[in-house]
């Protein structure tokens, strides 16, 4: 099941609550789950994932503007060569999270994209070429491949960019669209 996208736990799903939300809403009948193949989206939301990490989704996606100006809109070749003056003033944005650790790795994951463009032809594609995987599998990878991503971010960017189900509610009115969109996870076995 995917966790909790509020700070405060509930037994109550994200498609229960996020409809309606001025913030969750949007992000919710539009974009969680739907399938990216374009790099910058999905840099984008591994980098939100890593960026969420302790904290609430809701902190992220109200801060998300900030994010794609101070990193350039997820551009990976413009990441990769972010240098000592780059982290310095990302690391002096108020309007993003300001920690060392997620700051290095946006800037070490894009140099990490840029090697599986160089052997993969895209992100996408080594997604793709790992498809389908267990959940484990899948962290197993990510783990070996990318830095500052564990259990939690590896299944939420999956989830969240249609590589694994359970973004929502078979119930929920934005499943039906996604599947008619035939989502990785939809597409295995």
């Not at 999905?42 to 994932?49: A, G, Q, S, V």
């Not at 669209?177 to 939809?186: E, H, N």
């Amino acid at each position: 099941m995917p966790r909790q996208r509020f700070a405060i736990r509930t037994a109550m799903s994200y498609c229960t609550i996020a409809p309606g939300h001025p913030v969750h809403g949007p992000y919710h009948d539009r974009e969680y789950g739907f399938p990216i193949r374009e790099e910058p989206l999905l840099f984008e939301r591994l980098i939100l994932e890593i960026n969420q990490a302790g904290l609430s989704w809701l902190t992220i996606l109200t801060k998300r503007e900030n994010f794609r100006a101070a990193y350039d809109n997820f551009d990976v070749d413009k990441v990769a060569h972010y240098g000592t003056r780059q982290r310095a003033r990302l690391l002096a944005d108020e309007g993003i999270i300001r920690n060392r650790l997620k700051i290095d790795a946006a800037i070490e994951n894009a140099r990490r994209l840029r090697e599986i463009r160089a052997s993969h032809g895209s992100f996408a594609a080594w997604l793709d070429g790992h498809h389908p995987l267990a959940k484990p599998e899948w962290v197993k990878l990510f783990k070996k491949t990318f830095a500052f991503t564990g259990g939690e971010i590896t299944g939420e960017f999956l989830l969240s960019t249609g590589y694994l189900p359970g973004a929502h509610d078979k119930t929920c009115p934005v499943y039906a669209k996604i599947a008619r969109l035939k989502p990785p996870w939809a597409q295995a076995g």
